[in-house]
């Protein structure tokens, strides 16, 4: 099934970790509708901006498939709400400012991304369907030095 252009559910689903541990990743009908949005109003539109592919490496996550990585079984991957991506050979700083400046979305954040590094990390956004107004948060994920997971504001362009 076609979400968008060049998005398909089974590439919005797949996940390594539901086959190797045989965990259902089985979204249902709301699901699948939030991912034909998140598709169509976020993800279709920077892969036709860049015009190169959008690799997604997390889009739907079951609450069990949620558990098992470790995530929240709140997270918008659980709705069908969010992706992780990124586009190889583009900096990932670039991607998130032109979302930031292009697109509407309710969460983005630059996931372990070092600007020393512009192609380190992922990508995180999400969109909110059921919003009237998404907020654009925007964050940037990195590791304290006791190797927790912080998140902070990005203020203006990564």
């Known amino acids: 099934m076609q979400l968008s252009k060049n998005f398909s559910l089974i590439e919005m689903t797949k996940s390594q970790m539901a086959e190797r ?6 979204p249902s009908p709301d699901h699948i509708e ?10 279709q539109p920077v892969r036709d901006h860049f015009n190169h592919v959008v690799s997604v490496s997390s889009g739907y996550r079951s609450e069990a498939l949620c558990v098992a990585l470790g995530s929240s079984s709140d997270s918008q991957h659980a709705s ?17 400012n032109w ?3 292009n697109l509407m979305y309710d969460q983005m954040i630059l996931e372990f991304w070092n600007p020393d590094e512009p192609n380190s990390g992922w990508i995180h956004v999400s969109y909110n369907p059921e919003s009237s107004e998404n907020i654009k948060e925007n964050l940037r994920a990195y590791k304290d030095e006791d190797n927790y ?10």
């Open 80 to 96: 069908g709400m969010a992706a992780d991506f990124e586009i190889y050979g583009t900096p990932n700083g670039e991607i998130f």
């Open 34 to 43: 939030n991912l034909r949005v998140l598709s169509e109003r976020v993800l």
């Open 99 to 101: 979302i930031k400046g």
């Open 21 to 26: 541990k045989g965990i259902p990743n089985e």
């Open 149 to 158: 997971t912080r998140y902070k504001p990005i203020i203006g362009d990564a």
